[in-house]
């Protein structure tokens, strides 16, 4: 039994694929002998045509990946898609690097390391760019005699 042009015009009218067009097998004589739009606008009234739902994805992957993205997995060279900048913006990456800088710069002040003097020209350093990172600061301090390198690093660790 073919009926292509009634799938079709069920189709336009329920505004779905034609896949999604679903036919009573019991009233099939009716819907053959429809051949106009009003026929089958009829036979969808009837309830003898209808439109199936609309399948969605179920999720799992999805969520399978996004637990081991979780753990730290699925991050490797071939699941990058956007440049270093576009992953981790410049502007982030300076301000988390800032804030450990001044964070550091602070413990030591407070701590009596280094005098307020020492730390104002230190913070200047900080804020101009001069320290790649936390672990340049506290060489550039060993390396000027400001303070003991090993003692800081331990406890910096801690």
């Known amino acids: 039994m073919r009926l292509k042009s009634q799938r ?11 896949n999604r067009v ?23 009234k009837d309830f ?11 999720g799992y992957k999805r969520r399978k990946k996004y637990s081991k993205k979780r753990k730290g997995r699925q991050h490797g060279q071939g699941s990058r898609k956007g440049t270093w900048n ?18 550091l710069l602070k413990n030591l002040r407070k701590r009596k390391i280094i005098d307020p003097k020492t730390y104002r020209m230190l913070y200047m350093k900080v804020k101009g760019g001069f ?16 303070l003991k390198e090993n003692k800081i690093m331990k406890k910096e660790k801690k």
């Open 8 to 18: 079709r015009l069920a189709a336009q009218l329920l505004d779905v694929g034609e």
């Open 86 to 103: 576009a992953r981790l913006s410049q502007k982030e990456s300076w301000m988390t690097r800032i804030r450990l800088q001044r964070a």
């Open 48 to 58: 003898a045509i209808q439109a199936r739902p609309q399948q969605g994805s179920a």
């Open 131 to 146: 320290f790649r990172s936390k672990r340049h600061v506290l060489l550039y301090l060993g390396e000027q005699g400001i």
């Open 22 to 44: 679903w036919f009573d097998n019991d009233r099939m004589e009716e819907i053959k002998e429809a051949i106009t739009k009003a026929d089958i606008y009829k036979l969808i």
